[in-house]
């Protein structure tokens, strides 16, 4: 029989996608599953977004784009850079890519190799691991402390940089706990890189507006001393509600612009076109659709947080940013989270994640995705309650 290269038996998953179809398959059964896995908003792509996309076909946008992705789209980016946070950014360094996870996967592509180690956040996105494993680098975590608000920790990010080191990976705020790094923190952190120019840094800003109780975003980019080591991850996919168009952008330092452009010639030649218009409508036509967005999240986040608090053996820390709560279940009895994600999902029709399929620090706790209707995530509350005071 074929077998690929020894490097995909080191490529890891998203479990989130494994708990999908497990809660799809008893769905199918008929039994009636609450999904508190997903990572994605449940609204539908605003309609002005939708009809631009429609209309790009019917215009006859039909064919390659530019692989690095369309003029206007590109200078569109820069300017809602500037219009968010102030900074100017060169659009010619923009490239817009299918997902940010693709952002992701080229830049641990571009820097990891055996013998390289790279700085991931753990608990944090599945995929940085699986990608510096598949390159044969080593992955180095970064905890993510519960005591720290589930902020990335300048002091101990610093002290784990070594001769080797060759990226180190930021997410804020964070999947899957929902913390978010204070700038007091950022600026220590790029304060300390003076002292290792040999380091470059991706900073996974997806979660960018997705904020509460009048947090401002820090971004990356509003340090220029670091502009030229800078990976920037952005995209629409949960801003605008847009994770089946798989449209992402990122910013690449000049040193590694021309890589980046390569491997989308090479890779997927340009992101489709009319998903481009829309990303175009995006980010040029109203933001009230984004506002209602994170208002409606802020409110199902009070009803996740008070309730988990409310259950036997749960306590839950209020998540500054994203769209996860991450409660702490170590007083439940249950030693490992990933049973009691399963046991959650068998025996009470909830589908949360493990911590533990976030990395080694995620165990003792358990992640819930509120992009889930109010009514839906208080239903699952109840099952919650009644299975855990059971099984007391
Ligand atoms: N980064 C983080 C932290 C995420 O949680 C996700 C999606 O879940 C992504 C990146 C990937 O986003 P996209 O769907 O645009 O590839």
Known sequence: PLHPIAAFDRIGEENAFA???????????????????????????????????????????????????IEPLRTAVAADVHRRFGTEIDPGKVVIVPGGKVTMFSAILMLGEPGAEILYPDPGF??????????????????IREENGFGFSAQEALALITPKTRLVILNSPAN???????????????????????????????????LFDGEAHTTL?????????????????????????????????????EAARKLAVNAWS???????????????????????????FDRRRHLVVEGLNALPGISCAVPKGAFYAFPNISGTGWSSAKKLAAALLDEAGVA??????????????IRLSYANSAENIARALERMGAFLGEAR
């Not at 599953?33 to 994605?40: C, D, H, K, M, P």
């Not at 978010?180 to 003076?194: M, N, Q, R, S, W």
């Not at 340009?270 to 409606?296: I, K, R």
């Open 221 to 257: 980019l509003s340090y220029p001393e670091i502009r030229d080591r800078l990976i920037l991850l952005n995209g629409w996919s949960k801003t605008y509600a847009m994770t089946g168009w798989r449209l992402g952008w990122a910013l690449w330092p000049e040193g590694l612009f």
């Open 176 to 210: 899957p706990t929902g913390g978010v790094t204070p700038k007091a923190e950022i600026d220590a952190f790029v304060a300390g890189l003076e002292k290792h120019p040999h380091v470059a840094i991706l900073s996974d800003e997806i979660y960018d507006q997705f």
């Open 19 to 69: 708990v999908l179809a497990r809660a799809a398959a008893l769905a199918a059964q008929g039994r009636d599953i609450i999904n508190l896995g997903i990572g994605q908003p449940d609204f539908p792509t605003p309609p002005h977004i939708v009809e631009a996309a429609i209309k790009a076909l019917r215009d006859g946008h039909h064919g390659y784009t530019p692989s690095v992705g």
């Open 352 to 365: 949360t994640i493990g911590g533990p399929d976030f990395g080694i620090f995620g165990e003792g706790y």
């Open 126 to 143: 599945p995929i940085y691991r699986s990608m510096i494993e598949f390159t044969g680098a080593t992955p180095v975590p970064v905890p």
């Open 270 to 296: 340009c992101v489709n076109a009319p998903a481009q218009y829309g990303a175009l409508a995006a980010l040029t036509g109203p933001q009230d659709c984004v506002a209602q967005m994170v208002a409606e």
